[in-house]
């Protein structure tokens, strides 16, 4: 997105309906805010945390209801933002989650005729040319479209193979809708940088601006279009996941035609039980293909809440799972370059190992912590939070005394506190892809322990990676080689030059000292040439087993010369 774009974005037109928008989210948000600092930063500070922790519960769900009211009366970005909070049953308290659940269902549809006038202003036809049919129902609204069920006229099914479709059309006005948005969030963006709690962590100006470019991005139907055959080229032959074709005939920036692949509802509990689908199977696949996204695709869907998965029944499956997963609103997705995927892969296996100093080395790999930053404190918190919470699932979290958390928020909270943390480029869709997912599979399952699906998945991130493991060690064994090959070379030009004079020599021993570290390096040379072969030998034995078994055998050479000798030389 270029600045201009950008700048245009942060000032819409000014009408009365804007600015009336404009002032009422800034106010909302400053009120908060305020309050939240004088409950759980002032009072504290003064004695008074008692009346914090005392009127909290009441404060989170006055909170939640007022900015339920809100989402609902202005739409636009401020559902996304909901739906967002909605889905956090890991860290939110029930009084934010339950209140705001409805958001999910909750937007006002568009009355049909707005709907029909976008629409055949965007294809150039009327939607009866268009269509042989099409519900003027909506199946679904949502925060910058809704969808219509439709049928393909007989010369466009025959052409794409499909009948039955859904029609979305975007709200009319949402463009004006989401600058509007942007702009106040841009606002609130640059209060919390003056605020040193949150600016010394985070470049809140810079989330805003990662956040405007996706919003952005999902208004544009077809980039969502081309969102979405990516996604099904990346789990082509996998039957996990199923994705609804495009009908790019009838596709625009504003309108996008899709397959109509409708089914049960993610988060449905009761209508998964009555296909015969059982709950808490759905959350441990569901978490396993999105953990393929984010550690191995690299492309993954960054708005997975409830509404956006389906599970979708298979009665003609004669092995193998009887139902798949089915994405949809393919319009907010995120890429992980492949340093960062790197780093998320090492953050994975240190989890599941509960490595503690292995966990901190994989977050500054992926640049969440400066690498001026000194963490020993950090690792020594990292370890005794596995050494006690490690393998807990979110259910058993809710049940542990809360006066644990406050004993080691107390001994680590000014640790974690004090570190340069940032977020890098694209790190916010991450978070929110595993909060949502997180949020998900304990909707499914309320004793889902993630931990039972992140071992496995780190097993085989371990299994895939020792290729890499191997080339690793050679490479380095090649660099050693090639420092220990050198080496002697320069102890030799050393005693040459002792010879001719050109270094005096001012103890008797120096001689016999350089031979000494001349004979160590030839036997370094030797361990290395060994270990070369072995590394080698094992390689080749997978495909010609015969030959790797002479190269094995043939290490013994090295090996011997490198026992034996320094002992001579001794």
């Not at 925060?143 to 709200?171: D, P």
């Not at 036997?523 to 070369?532: C, D, I, M, S, T």
Request: contains cysteine; negative net charge.
């Amino acid at each position: 997105m270029t600045s201009e774009s950008g700048v245009a974005a942060a000032r819409p037109a000014v009408t009365p309906a804007t600015r009336a928008r404009y002032r009422r989210i800034l106010r909302f948000a400053g009120w908060n805010l305020a309050v939240t600092w004088w409950y759980e930063l002032f009072l504290p500070r003064i004695g008074l945390a008692g009346v914090a922790a005392r009127t909290r519960s009441r404060r989170m769900r006055r909170f939640a209801q007022r900015f339920h009211v809100l989402a609902v009366d202005l739409g636009g970005l401020m559902i996304k933002v909901g739906q967002f909070m909605s889905s956090r049953l890991d860290v939110l308290p029930p009084e934010i989650t339950s209140e705001l659940a409805g958001l999910q269902d909750e937007v006002p549809a568009v009355p049909f005729p707005a709907i029909r006038a976008l629409a055949e202003s965007e294809l150039g036809v009327p939607l009866e040319q268009a269509f042989a049919s099409i519900d003027a129902v909506p199946v679904a609204a949502a925060s910058l479209g809704q969808a219509h069920r439709a049928t393909l006229t007989a010369q466009t099914a025959e052409h794409t193979g499909l009948v039955g479709v859904v029609l979305k059309v975007q709200r009319p006005g949402i463009d004006a809708i989401v600058d509007v948005d942007l702009a106040a969030l841009r606002r609130v963006g640059r209060w919390l940088s003056h605020v040193r709690l949150v600016s010394d962590r985070v470049d809140a100006p810079a989330l805003v601006e990662e956040f405007a470019r996706t919003s952005l991005e999902e208004i544009d139907y077809l980039h969502e279009a081309a969102n979405s055959e990516r996604f099904a080229e990346e789990f082509v032959g996998d039957e996990r996941v199923a994705v609804p074709s495009v009908v790019w005939e009838r596709t625009t920036r504003r309108v996008l035609t899709l397959q109509d692949v409708t089914a049960i509802k993610i988060t449905d509990a009761d209508a998964l039980r009555a296909a015969g689908i059982d709950p808490a199977e759905v959350a441990p696949v569901f978490a396993e293909v999105m953990f393929d996204q984010l550690f191995s695709n690299g492309f993954f869907h960054a708005d997975p809440h409830p509404g956006n998965i389906f599970v979708t029944p298979r009665p003609d499956a004669t092995e193998g799972r009887p139902w798949h997963l089915t994405f949809v609103d393919f319009g907010m997705m995120g890429e992980v370059p492949p340093g960062t995927r790197s780093g998320l892969r090492k953050l994975l296996i240190a989890a599941a190992s509960r490595d503690g100093k292995g966990l901190v080395d994989a977050i500054r790999d992926i640049g969440v912590l400066l690498p001026s930053a000194d963490t020993a404190e950090l690792e020594r918190a990292m370890t005794h939070l596995f050494g006690r919470f490690g393998g807990m699932g979110f259910a058993e979290l809710r049940e542990v005394d809360p006066r644990e958390f406050r004993e080691f928020a107390t001994e680590f909270g000014d640790v974690v506190r004090s570190l340069p943390f940032q977020l890098p480029e694209n790190f916010l869709l991450i978070i929110r892809a595993m909060s949502l997912t997180s949020g998900v599979c304990s909707a499914l399952d309320p004793s889902f322990n993630l931990w039972d699906s992140v071992e496995p998945y780190a097993a085989q991130l371990i299994r895939d990676e020792r290729g890499n493991v191997i080339q690793d060690v050679a490479q380095q064994a090649l660099e050693i080689a090639g420092l220990a090959v050198r080496l002697p070379k320069r102890l030799d030009a050393l005693v040459t030059r002792v010879e001719d004079g050109s270094v005096a020599v001012t103890s008797p021993r120096l001689e016999q000292r350089v031979g000494r570290l001349e004979r160590t390096a030839r036997r370094l040379v030797a361990a290395v040439v060994f270990g070369g072969a072995i590394i080698a030998g094992a390689i080749v034995h997978t495909g010609d087993a015969v030959l790797g078994s002479v190269i094995m055998i043939a290490s013994v050479i090295p090996l011997g010369f490198a026992v034996f000798a320094g002992r001579r030389g001794s």
